[in-house]
C-alpha cells in the first residue's frame, strides 16, 4: 500500500481520534461473544468445582456444573464448547482404551448436554492423551508414536464421540492422514453432517504446560516432547503444507495453535486459503496474561481483549480462549 497523497498537515490522523464516536465509527474489528469459543475441563462426580493451580479463575466441573455453565455461555451468545475430560489415573493405559468407551466421562457429558437441548455447539478432541499413561497423543510402537496405529484408534474415537451426540470433532493430534481417515469413518457410519475442526497447524509449544497440569498429563509426559508430531516452531511454510492437506482430506475449519505467538501463521492461512480460521488461545497464554494483570496491577480483561483483538486482525473467524465467558460477559456489558 502506499499514501502518496496523504501529507501532514491536510492529513491529521488524530483527528479522527479525538473522541470515542469517531473512534468508534472507523473501527476495523470488532470483538463480540460470537467469535468465542468456549473450553472446559470436565470430571467425575457431582457438584464439583475443582481449581486449577496454574490456571487463575479456571474450574474442572462435574457434568452438572457444566450443564449450568454451558446454559449460561449460551445466553451470553458464546456458539460454542468445546469438551476436555480429566481422566482417572486409574484408567489410563498405553493404549488409551478408555477412548473407545461409548460410555466414557466425554460421552456422558455429550449426552447430558444434548439431552438437555441447548442451541450451543460441542466441540470434542480426537486425540489420546486424557486417557494414556504416558501423555501422548497416541499409541507408542518401538519408542514412538506411531501415525497409522494412532489414526486407527483416532477413527474410533471420532465416531464414539459423534454418536454421543458431537457435532464438531477436533483432531489435535497432528497425525498425518487422520482427517481423511477420520472423515471417511463419519461418512461410513452416517454421521456426514458432523463437522471437523482441524488443528491444521499445531506448534510443538512450550504454552501448553497449564493444560497438562489440568489434565494430570504433564507428569508422564516427562522430559520427552511432542516433537515427532507436533509442528516445528521455527516452520511457517509448513503450516501451509498442512492446512492444505487437511483441507484436501476434508476439514471444515482449520484451526493454529497456540494464537498469539503465531499470528503471522494465522495470517497467512487465511490469506492463503480463505477458509474457516480459528484461533486457540491456549492455557500458557491465559494464564501468561493473568500473571501480567496481578503483577501491574491491570485489569486481565483489558489484557485477554487486546489479546484477542490481534488474533482477529490477523485473520481469525473464531478463537477459543479460556476467559471466553469472562469476555462476552464485559463485551455484553459495554454495548
Ligand atoms: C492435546 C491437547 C493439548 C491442548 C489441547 N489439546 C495439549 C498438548 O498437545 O499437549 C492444549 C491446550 C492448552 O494448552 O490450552 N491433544
Known amino acids: 500500500m502506499s499514501f502518496p497523497s496523504r501529507r501532514f498537515p491536510t492529513t491529521r490522523l488524530r483527528r479522527l481520534r479525538q473522541a470515542a464516536w469517531s473512534r468508534q465509527l472507523v473501527q476495523e474489528h470488532r470483538l463480540c461473544p460470537a467469535d468465542l469459543i ?13 481449581a486449577i493451580e496454574s490456571m487463575p479463575e479456571v474450574m474442572r466441573l462435574s457434568i452438572d456444573q457444566l450443564l449450568i455453565e454451558a446454559q449460561q ?19 489410563k493405559t498405553a493404549t488409551g482404551d478408555e477412548a473407545l468407551n461409548p460410555d466414557n466421562l466425554i460421552c456422558r457429558a455429550i449426552h447430558s448436554l444434548r439431552a438437555a437441548a441447548l442451541d450451543i455447539g460441542i466441540i470434542c478432541d480426537v486425540a489420546l492423551d486424557p486417557y494414556t499413561n504416558h501423555g501422548h497423543d497416541g499409541v507408542i510402537i518401538n519408542g514412538d508414536v506411531d501415525n497409522d496405529a494412532t489414526v486407527e484408534l483416532l477413527t474410533q474415537q471420532a465416531v464414539i464421540q459423534a454418536q454421543a451426540g458431537c457435532q464438531i470433532i ?23 453432517q458432523v463437522m471437523i ?9 512450550h504454552f501448553y504446560g497449564p493444560f497438562r497440569d489440568a489434565l494430570g498429563s504433564q507428569q508422564s509426559l516427562a522430559n520427552k ?26 476439514a471444515d475449519m482449520v484451526m493454529v495453535k497456540p ?3 503465531y499470528l503471522d501463521v494465522i495470517y497467512r492461512i487465511k490469506q492463503t486459503f480463505h477458509v474457516p480460521t480459528f484461533a486457540y488461545q491456549v492455557s500458557g497464554e491465559y494464564t501468561m496474561l493473568h500473571h501480567l494483570a496481578q503483577t501491574t496491577h491491570t485489569n486481565v480483561e483489558t489484557l ?32
Open 38 to 50: 468456549w473450553p472446559v475441563f470436565i470430571v467425575e462426580g457431582e457438584q464439583q468445582r475443582i
Open 73 to 91: 455461555a449460551q445466553t451470553l451468545g458464546i456458539p460454542a464448547i468445546a469438551l476436555f475430560p480429566v481422566i482417572d489415573p486409574a484408567l
Open 170 to 192: 477436533a483432531p489435535s493430534d497432528m497425525q498425518d492422514g487422520r482427517v481423511g481417515a477420520i472423515r471417511q469413518a463419519l461418512d461410513q457410519a452416517g454421521f456426514y
Open 197 to 205: 475442526l482441524a488443528y491444521a497447524a499445531k506448534y510443538c509449544s
Open 225 to 250: 516432547g511432542k516433537h515427532t508430531y507436533q509442528q516445528p516452531i521455527t516452520n511457517s511454510d509448513e503450516a501451509l503444507h498442512e492446512v492444505a492437506l487437511d483441507l484436501q482430506e476434508g
Open 259 to 261: 494464537a498469539m505467538p
Open 304 to 335: 485477554l481483549i487486546e489479546s484477542l483483538l490481534s488474533c482477529k486482525r490477523a485473520g481469525s473467524d473464531a478463537i477459543i480462549t479460556y476467559a471466553a465467558k469472562q469476555i462476552a460477559q464485559s463485551l455484553s456489558q459495554k454495548n
